[in-house]
């Protein structure tokens, strides 16, 4: 059966002290936890390596990678570094690096392929834009981020995919989507899985809710049959919140 999972995704915060810290604290708080969520996080690339000693239940897990393989790219980090440190799991296609750095899905199907070929786990992510929405667009965005991004894998490597549904409007906004709202798309999500892949990988494949999701509504979020748990922003810098959201399964 699909794994719960709740993953924090740092961004650019911390310095290397607070965030050695910060994951000193979340894997304390994590080895007494009360849910079997699996806990990710992911630091900036800097703290990744060192981060890493400190981490007993807690998996590791990096915030981008490079889109080429090694070679004459400056400033960028690839795989297999990733791989090197520690790392199990890549975020690909957050919506900041989609807005902010222009990647298309040509270029997350390319990091994709990279981070299963290093033995890394992507943990994909899809979601619109509030006038698409608005639109009535939403189920045609996510299915082509789906199509263009994952669904040229085969069974065998997308059992290896998470996804996560990150609703653009809800990231840093305070504004979460209903668990109504997230229930809706990830069934969908799930059934677009299960058109590709079969009924029986779209079952055992984690889908995430990322968007202002934190302590006070993780519970009613997550109740959610087709909620496998959360991609957390801001409430991934406050151990005790992080685990109250861990907790909430
Ligand atoms: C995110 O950036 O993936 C995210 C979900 O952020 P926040 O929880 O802060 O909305």
Same mark, same amino acid.
């Given at each position: ?15 290397? #002290? ?26 900036? !690339? ?5 981060? #890493? ?47 902010? &750095? ?10 994709? /392929? ?24 939403? !189920? ?10 994952? !669904? ?12 996560? &549904? ?37 079952? /055992? ?36 919140? !992080? ?7």
């Amino acid at each position: 059966m699909r794994q719960k999972i709740v993953a924090g995704n740092w961004k650019m915060n911390t310095v290397y #002290k607070d965030g050695l810290e910060l994951a000193t604290a979340v894997n304390s708080l994590a080895t007494k936890k009360t849910s079997d969520a699996v806990v990710i996080i992911a630091p900036p !690339f800097t703290h990744l390596a060192e981060i #890493k000693k400190v981490l007993s239940v807690v998996k590791l897990s990096a915030q981008n990678c490079a889109s080429e393989e090694s070679g004459a790219y400056t400033g960028e980090v690839s795989v297999s570094m990733l791989k090197s440190v520690g790392a199990e799991y890549v975020i690909i296609g957050h919506s900041e690096r989609r807005a902010y &750095y222009h990647e298309d899905n040509a270029i997350l199907a390319k990091k994709v /392929n990279l981070t299963l070929s290093a033995g890394l786990k992507p943990i994909f992510c899809i979601g619109e834009v509030l006038p698409e929405r608005n639109a009535n667009k939403h !189920f045609d965005i996510v299915k082509s981020q789906l199509a263009e991004g994952v !669904f040229h894998l085969s069974p065998v490597e997308f059992e290896n995919i998470v996804v996560a &549904y990150e609703p653009v409007w809800a990231i840093g906004t305070g504004v979460t989507a209903s668990p109504e709202q997230a229930q809706e798309m990830h069934k969908f999500i799930r059934s677009e899985i299960s058109s590709k892949y079969g009924e029986k990988i779209a079952a /055992n494949t984690s889908i995430l809710y990322g968007g202002s999701c934190k302590g006070s509504n993780a519970k009613e979020l997550f109740a959610n049959p087709d909620v496998d748990g959360g991609l957390i922003g801001g409430a991934a810098l406050k151990a005790e919140e !992080f685990l109250q959201i861990v907790n909430a399964f």
